[in-house]
């Protein structure tokens, strides 16, 4: 099932109520919080009226915010070979 | 005119010098460096003579350059800290060929990555991590699996570069890794070492406290124990099982 | 005059704002990225939802009423591949694969979902690179001299999506 990844990046201090009140309805609460969302007519009607302020993406998968945080984290390079007890 | 003059004699100096691996602080690594570029016989480092100057061809065996190359920097799969992963792509057939050439000239140096961070080390070298390695005891020994180049005198064996995808769907270019059935690079928990003890006074306005916060970290220290460059006879057969 | 209270132009004139008149290099280069990058979530919509099949939409859009505005479409969509067809072989064989193609890529959006306000952006809106220069980087105002401002005069123009001007000027 594809999703649409939303990432604010612009808020929407000083602009009309209703988009605002649109990053509210998405779940966007503050600067590069990230959302997923099945890709969907209405879905894509509320991305439109703030496509100024978001960053979309559409991936296959939906990832939580610690799925997220792993892939982000680089590799450890090494791993531990003979331990002494 | 003068100035001129004793410039030009210094000019003349130095170009009468010897080049610098002549010079008598490089001459004890060529005492015990071999520059042999041969593939299959590697002299005995002693039985090297010091005035050995035939510069071997500066030859870099760039991975990326090569179409098929990719395999070798392909993108591994994650390993976790435990147990490592295993790479199935094949070795890209230049690299097969010139990695003897490597192989021949010790010592060797390795770009490895810790958490991301270069150390560029060679067999015996200490490292002071920047930070306290966790889940580690003095005496562990890791295996280093991360490393973008590995080289010698030279040779370079250089990781190519592999699409670094990121957050906003945009790609960049990022040197990646190298394969890690190329090499064996092993380093040992010598111990830990502590920074002396930091004293900060916090201050906050309109106020007549101070506190004091007190840091003292530590670091862990690891030394190379061995690094070695794998032939590909080897490769192949640690590949098959 | 010198020192703190000095009469200088915003002191003595009132209201003194000062905002160049023109962009610079940079601004302009970040103004365009910005544009690139509204153009690129409206392509990703677009794309999305011609990829989803109106079987696999959400409950909510599988009415009736919009299943059977799909089956019309498609049999208009035919009708005119058919009228298409003819006039294409009428026209000779350049126009006919232009034409296919058209054709072609309004049945794969058909087979899809859209919205109205995507395709009106798409059939309004130019993109980034379709711009004119004088439209990027400065809009209509009909109080100025040559009847333009720079875009960096509107308000929240960082964050809104002003392309057009009215046409003539």
């Known amino acids: 099932m594809p999703y649409f990844r939303i990432t604010l990046l612009r808020s929407a201090i000083g602009l009309p109520r209703s988009r605002a009140g649109v990053l509210q309805a998405l779940g966007l609460r503050k600067r590069m919080a990230t959302v997923y969302h099945p890709v969907s007519a209405q879905v894509a009607g509320q991305i439109f009226a703030v496509k100024e302020l978001v960053d979309v993406q559409e991936v296959a998968e939906k990832m939580t915010k610690e799925e997220m945080k792993v892939s982000r984290r680089p590799d450890p390079g090494y791993y531990i070979e003979t331990r002494v007890r | ?241 | 005059m010198i020192g703190p209270f000095r009469s200088t132009s915003p002191l003595s004139g009132g209201l003194l704002w000062k905002i160049p008149w023109r962009l610079s290099s940079t601004r302009k280069a970040r103004h365009r990225e910005r544009l690139k990058r509204v153009d690129n979530v409206v392509a990703t919509l677009d794309s999305a939802l011609a990829k989803l099949k109106p079987e696999l939409a959400p409950a909510a859009l599988e009415n009736k009423k919009i299943v059977r505005q799909f089956r019309e479409g498609v049999k208009e969509q035919q009708r005119q591949q058919q009228e298409a067809e003819a006039q294409a072989r009428a026209e000779g064989e350049d126009g006919a694969v232009a034409e296919d193609a058209a054709v072609a890529a309004r049945l794969v959006r058909q087979m899809g979902q859209t919205t109205k306000l995507i395709e009106r952006w798409k059939k309004e809106m130019p993109t980034e690179a379709e711009m004119l220069p004088r439209d990027k980087y400065t809009i209509f105002d009909r109080k100025e001299r040559k009847y333009r401002k720079g875009i960096h005069k509107l308000p929240k123009w960082t964050r809104v999506s002003q392309r057009l001007n009215p046409p003539g000027f």
């Not at chain 2, 270069?118 to 280093?144: A, E, K, N, W």
């Not at chain 2, 190519?160 to 990022?174: F, M, P, Q």
């Not at chain 2, 506190?211 to 098959?240: C, F, G, N, Q, W």
Request: hydrophobic residues 35%.
């Open chain 2, 1 to 241: 005119m003068l100035s001129r003059t004793v410039r030009r004699s210094l000019l003349d100096a130095c170009s009468v010098l010897p080049p610098t691996f002549l010079l008598p602080c490089r001459a004890r690594l060529i005492n015990t460096v071999s520059h042999s570029t041969e593939a299959d016989q590697v002299p005995e480092p002693l039985l090297n003579s010091g005035v050995h100057i035939s510069p071997s061809p500066r030859a870099a065996l760039k991975s990326s350059e090569t179409p098929t190359a990719p395999s070798s920097a392909a993108r591994l799969p994650q390993p976790n800290s435990i147990a490592p992963s295993q790479a199935t792509t094949p070795i890209a057939d230049s690299v097969k060929e010139l990695l003897p050439s490597l192989r021949a000239q010790q010592p060797h140096y390795i770009t490895a990555h810790i958490h991301a961070r270069p150390y560029v080390v060679t067999q015996g070298d200490i490292i002071r991590l920047p930070f306290f390695m966790h889940g580690v005891s003095p005496g562990d020994v890791l295996r280093l699996n991360r490393a973008s180049t590995i080289g010698s005198r030279d040779y370079t064996l250089k990781a190519g570069a592999v699409d670094h995808h990121l957050w906003n769907g945009k790609t960049k270019r990022k040197n990646g890794y190298l394969d890690e059935r190329l090499f064996v690079c092993r380093a040992v928990v010598v111990g830990t070492e502590s920074e002396p003890m930091r004293f900060k006074e916090k201050t906050k306005q309109r106020q007549r406290h101070v506190r004091t916060v007190r840091s003292k970290h530590r670091y862990t220290i690891l030394k190379v124990k061995e690094l070695t460059i794998r032939s590909p006879d080897e490769i192949e057969a640690k590949s098959d099982h």
